[in-house]
């Protein structure tokens, strides 16, 4: 006669529950469902046939992070074979899919996920403090709160040198901060040309602009002798003077104090958010430094960022082949493409805002795309699996890509990878 019995990992230990009158898992599924929310039904369907408490602290947190990535542990296997029958038509109940495969292939049982187990499984951890003898529902709690918070704090816990959310977090608020910058700089040069128009086109960059509409103010109090000021500020004594010039004979209306005022601050809000994201990008720099120095020497700190973020993590992006590298930040192309059944597939995604592609021929931007997400890949999982990250590889790999460049240009043929990689670990081992 078949049998099935289940499996439930409790921060507490490890129970093993017999389910009574078992013929199919399908058939079993109404009867259960029924009785999961009362103990006195749910007896009636399952009992109790094993319960190991774990010895420690430690003891449970180190299965529990076992199981959590469907690895069998020495305790696990001990328990299961102690008590689990060894002959028989016997059925293994688990709840991970993982754990159900290794449990196979390590002890040769079968095991099932589906059907009715999660119900079983639901019901189990409703009722357990009073399935198994001796343990109350407050140490039962007690245990549960003390491993979530050991295992939570071993999640959270990082290497500050590693750690890659932070590159994310600041690739994304360099992007937003470049989008509100020149959103706020065209409001500020819409607003300040009611009074002094000229400067539109004398200063084109927005940070200048903005430091130009604070120092001027009002432009009829503009003098000669603040040319030497307004220099410095512009760094072109050309300019300085045009501005003066311009400032004598505008076209501009007057202008109230207060809406001066008003334009003022709001200038300075966007000098001091430009002055940030300069900040922000060295901070990017240190982070990439650190993180991935191989990806931030070959294409640059924003690019490999970029490449992090939208694979969500280094370590993501170490795993993708180089064809999803070369195409990552094109995904709808990609798919409209495949969709049409058009052949004018994208040949770069985020890897276009790299250098690379700009310096090559639009003959050979397909192949040198090619050829840097290759590199790119081959970079990102030198810094995700190195003990010590350094940027000695990247800047090999960047050189292979400016030789591969110059060949397709040239025809100069490059030297081989394998000399160029001994190259790189005899430098990183002086």
């Known amino acids: 006669m078949p049998a099935l019995f289940v499996l439930f990992e409790h921060a507490a230990g490890y129970g093993l529950f017999r389910v009574k009158e078992f013929e199919e898992i399908g058939m079993l599924l109404p009867q259960v469902e029924s009785s999961v929310n ?25 299965n529990i992070n076992s ?51 999660p119900e079983i499984i639901r019901g189990i951890r409703f009722h357990f403090s009073k399935l198994v003898k001796g343990l109350s529902g407050k140490s039962s709690t007690v245990a549960q709160l003390g491993l ?18 932070m590159i994310i977090q600041s690739i994304a608020l360099i992007d937003q901060l470049d989008k509100d910058i020149n959103t ?20 084109p960059e927005n940070y200048l602009y903005a430091k130009c509409a604070v120092f001027i103010k009002n432009r009829k109090d503009l003098t000669a002798d603040k040319v030497d000021e307004l220099e410095e500020l512009v760094m072109d004594r050309g300019k300085a003077e045009a501005i003066l010039e311009a400032s004598r004979s505008s076209m501009g209306m007057d202008i ?10 709001f200038a300075k809000r966007v000098i001091s958010l430009a ?57 709808k192309a990609l ?22 592609i700009a310096k090559a021929d639009s003959s050979n931007k397909g192949r040198i795309s090619r050829f840097l997400a290759n590199k790119c890949s081959l970079a990102s999982r030198i810094d995700c699996f190195s003990e010590f990250p350094t940027s000695v590889f990247g800047e090999k790999l960047r050189q292979q890509v400016d030789d591969r460049l110059k060949y397709y240009t040239t025809g100069e043929v490059p030297p081989k990878n394998i000399d160029v990689m001994k190259e790189a670990v005899a430098e990183v081992q002086v």
């Open 38 to 62: 009362d103990l006195k039904k749910f007896n009636q369907v399952v009992e109790i046939k094993a319960f190991a408490s774990f010895k420690t602290a430690a003891s449970a947190l180190e």
């Open 148 to 165: 979530g918070h050991s295992y939570s704090r071993a999640k959270v816990k990082f290497n500050v040198n590693r750690v890659d959310n």
């Open 67 to 117: 199981i959590s990535e469907g690895l069998m542990t020495e305790d696990l296997q001990l328990f299961l074979e102690k008590n689990f029958p060894k002959s028989g038509n016997v059925t293994l109940g688990v709840a991970d899919q993982k754990l159900a495969a290794s449990i196979s292939e390590s002890l040769g049982y079968t095991c099932s996920w589906t059907g009715a187990i």
């Open 335 to 356: 798919f409209r493409a495949l969709k049409t059944k058009s052949t004018n597939t994208p040949k770069y995604g985020l890897l276009f805002h790299s250098s690379y």
């Open 275 to 331: 002055e940030y994201k300069s900040e922000l990008v060295t901070y990017l720099h240190s982070k990439m430094e650190a993180v991935a120095p191989s990806l931030a020497a070959l294409i640059g700190d924003q690019v490999g960022a970029r490449l992090i973020s939208h694979a969500g993590s280094l370590t993501g992006l170490a795993k993708f082949p180089a064809s999803t590298v070369q195409i990552l930040g094109a995904e």
């Open 184 to 203: 706020f700089s065209m409001r500020i040069r819409e607003w300040y040309s009611y009074h002094f128009p000229e400067l539109y086109k004398i200063v």
């Open 256 to 265: 109230a104090l207060v809406d001066l005022i008003n334009i003022e601050l």
